[in-house]
């Protein structure tokens, strides 16, 4: 059973560009949350999403930032306009829902903007 | 808002001695605590989730505690070999229907041979 994908592990976006992100969950999970790690500080919860809908986007920065799971394919996490304070690494996590709240992590994508 | 701190200091321990790392919490007590281990440049694993109900769970050299008096996790690895260095993250969720964790700013651990 593979484990969660995110692809690309590593991004050079410069100012002003847009950056994607993609996460495919563990088969047969239908719930996804991603998360953002700075450099020197803790996982920050940033949103939850479940097949076609945002449940919780209240760790979301209010612009720029925005995320969608839709019926076929990975989710995506999409910032537009990068600035060098988005450089980080940016989790996706993905959970069987059904009262088993274990998440379980991909490998990460590393943004660094320039 | 729930917080949760971990000691950011890194824990030297020698081989085969038994690492313990605490995990506090503030206000009210989460439905569970989840443990994961983080390397370097990887994504969080997942280790151990304990509920708000159940003071201890065990998974092989694996302990971890659960004390809603003290508002308090304990994680201990036994018999603690070099390959048991990382970074171990404590995490609080359960707060809301959407299950997010809240993470700890993680302890390393490094264990010397």
């Known amino acids: 059973n593979a484990g969660v994908m995110q692809n690309p592990r590593h991004l050079v976006r410069r100012r002003g560009q847009e950056a994607r992100l993609r996460c495919s969950p563990m088969?047969?999970?239908?719930?996804v949350y991603w998360y953002r790690q700075l450099p020197e500080e803790g996982l920050k919860f940033m949103v939850y999403?479940?097949?076609?809908?945002?449940?919780?986007e209240s760790g979301m920065p209010k612009e720029r930032f925005s995320a969608e799971f839709p019926k076929e394919g990975p989710s995506i996490l999409r910032i537009q306009q990068v600035v060098r304070g988005d450089s980080a690494a940016y989790f996706c996590?993905?959970?069987?829902?059904?009262?088993?709240?274990?998440?379980?992590f991909g490998p990460g994508t590393r943004l660094t903007v320039t | 808002s729930q917080k949760i701190e971990q000691n950011s200091e890194a824990l030297n321990i020698q081989e085969g001695k038994t690492a313990t790392l605490t995990c506090n919490y503030t206000?009210?007590?989460?439905?569970?605590l989840q443990w994961y281990r983080q390397d370097p440049g990887r994504g969080p694993v997942f280790l151990l989730l304990?509920?708000?109900?159940?003071k201890e769970k065990r998974k092989e050299r694996l302990k971890v505690t659960f004390d809603t008096t003290l508002k308090q996790s304990l994680f201990h690895i036994t018999a603690s070999q070099p390959a048991d260095s990382a970074t171990y993250l404590c995490?609080?969720?359960?707060?809301?229907?959407?299950?997010?964790?809240?993470f700890g700013g993680g302890t390393r651990l490094m264990v010397k041979p």
């Open positions: 996590a993905s959970s069987p829902g059904q009262g088993l709240p274990e998440q379980y």
């Open positions: 088969k047969g999970h239908s719930h």
């Open positions: 999403l479940q097949k076609e809908n945002i449940i919780d």
């Open positions: 206000n009210y007590s989460p439905a569970y």
């Open positions: 304990i509920r708000e109900n159940e």
């Open positions: 995490a609080r969720g359960g707060d809301n229907a959407g299950n997010m964790l809240t």
